[in-house]
């Protein structure tokens, strides 16, 4: 068992939990104390290696994944072991009211077995599917909400795939497109929204939950085939993109911006939070003579050991500058996410948009949700008229409107990936903004390789930094928050 739960634990550091040496010793022997009944199992190991809330999903995923008899072929091994930790097989678990996909949808599955091709389709219509029944068969599923009936569905469209190929690791949504014409999904969206109107809200906000379940659910047994199908290094692929620390901001999915979400708040009450208090009694700089004086009296009046002034957290003064052109808009709301949180914890903090003209939003922040911030930032802010990044005749146009917010004081903080679209860089008035502050960072969310081409003029800003980052994903922004605040 030693063996198993140490790779169950390297597989939880690759998705990014933090899983420590002595987490794991706790976990073997909570398991020598509590047995191996599969819920108590799940919860010592579950209360043992996760320390943050946001992980739990990713627990879960492979927790299952790893303990499913289907994880690399059938682990014989693991059955004999730990027959009750295992994972019901399909079929094993039965569930009241109709089964709308047992009957005439499971005779269907012997078309479609994996190992073929046939019943794959590369349409975005209804394609080769179960026929137009199959609607009626999706619908009832959603309306009724059996766990049990929405996994057989799900399976059921994962089969069409039929043998599981690399192009379906590469491009998991592609693949997910073609499970959704084969199921008509699209179809009975539709229809469930038209009906929606005639029933309680409460209804079709069930409906909408259990679409949403039933779209998780599809992901996890794609991933599921194509592990057991692919092998090891689809099983790394997988993970590394469930590691939300290393993971570019660009291939972010939609559940994935959420939880990075949090983790960005997090970060930026942890910084602010850090900053309030107090910092250790000062070991070297500037001697007190006071006390310096005051510590001698315990040895005749001979100062042998001076006494330093204790030092404060000064609060930064931040004007931060940030594009949020099409190129970098998603990194942009990470980053205003960020700007948001510590914003609403200094007083001394000024923040401006631009894409070829700049405008400050500070205002928009303040007291503010987040969700409502960003959306007036989108709607009232002038930052635009070209639709096209001009670095250049922005920073023109700082100078001549704002270079009275900047002091000797003022870290400039400017976000952005340096694509000009060949416009005039206009370095001579960047200079002179830089020239006008205490410290100039900027922060590139692209990767440092693909600098200065194309139309990328980071070579060309970059000399007037102090310093200039690469930021790409979390934990990045996490290293260098750190830095700057």
Known sequence: ???????????????GVKVSHS???????????????????????????VKDWSDFNIFDKIFNYYFDPEFFGHREEALKRWPKLMLPLQGESGCSGSDPVSGKGRSQDSEHDAGTDRGRSTGFGQGQGLATAAIDDFMQVVKIGCHEDMADIVKKG??????????DLRDMKAAVRQVKVFLEWNMGVYRLEREACEVDESVSLKWQERLTEMEEMLYRELEKAIINQLGQEALDTILFRENLNE??????????????????????????????????????????????IRKSMATGGVPIKPAFRDR??????????????????IFSEFMLQLVYSIQNRFVHVRS???????????????????????????NKARFSKTAFSDYGQMFIEFCENYLAVLNKKTTLIVIGDARNNYHRAHTDYYQKMCEEVKKVIWLNPEPSENWDNEDSIMSVYGPFCHQVFECRNLQQLDRVARKII
Do not use: W
């Not at 994962?158 to 599981?164: D, E, M, P, T």
């Open 158 to 167: 994962v089969k069409s795939l039929g043998a599981i190929r690399e192009e």
């Open 352 to 378: 401006f948009v631009f894409v070829d003209t700049p405008d400050e939003v500070t205002q928009y922040m303040h007291n503010r949700e987040i969700e409502d911030g960003i959306r007036d930032i989108y």
């Open 1 to 15: 068992m030693d063996r198993n739960i140490l790779e169950f634990a390297t597989l939880l550091r690759k998705a």
């Open 23 to 49: 987490e794991v010793a706790d976990s073997l022997q909570a398991l020598s104390l509590a047995g191996l009944e599969k819920g108590v199992f799940y919860d010592s190991l579950a209360v043992t290696m």
């Open 312 to 329: 404060y957290p000064t609060r930064p003064e931040i004007v931060i500058l940030c594009d949020i052109s099409g190129s970098v808009r």
């Open 247 to 292: 993971i570019d901001f660009y291939s972010i999915s939609a559940p994935q911006t959420a939880e990075i979400k949090k983790k960005i708040s997090k970060l930026a009450h942890k910084l602010a939070t850090r900053l309030s208090f107090r910092r250790r009694r000062a070991k070297h700089g500037k001697i007190d003579l006071p006390k310096t």
